[in-house]
């Protein structure tokens, strides 16, 4: 299984648009990784997001370039500060390829979970819009397959 984590792309600031929708910016760095990501042929069941407009918006974008089979959908675990060890349990159910777009802290202290089984362990440094894939083997052990960046 490859579980895609994928940081939201760039959004504009609060005093801008409180909403916080992905900027110019955003949009040409999910443009540069999608191509990456078509190149590539990778293929999702779901693409699942923490609710927040700037991540709806580029799992929706990421959606158009590989089109996941049930859809893109919200999904609680997925917010800043939600607790990681969520989705380091949820993980372990799912047997399809999977990307969740969501946030920092969130992501990094899953990453570190999956990874060390320690989710204060810092292992990849994200940037928004980046992606890195994970793998888990027959054993349940993660590691990491790749990572891109805008």
Known sequence: MNLYLVQHADAKNKEEDPAR????????????????????????????????????????????????????????????????YIWGKRSKEESNDLMLVGHLPNLRRLAGLLLTDNADKRVIDFKKGGVLCLQRDEEDNWSVGWMIIP
């Open 21 to 84: 929708p992905l900027s110019k910016k955003g949009f040409q760095d999910l443009e540069k990784v999608s191509s990456f990501l078509e190149v590539k042929g990778i293929r999702v069941t779901k693409i699942l997001h923490s609710g927040k407009l700037r991540a709806k918006q580029t799992a929706e974008i990421l959606n158009e370039v590989i089109p996941s089979s049930e859809g893109v959908m919200k999904t609680e675990g997925l917010a800043p500060l939600d607790d990681p």
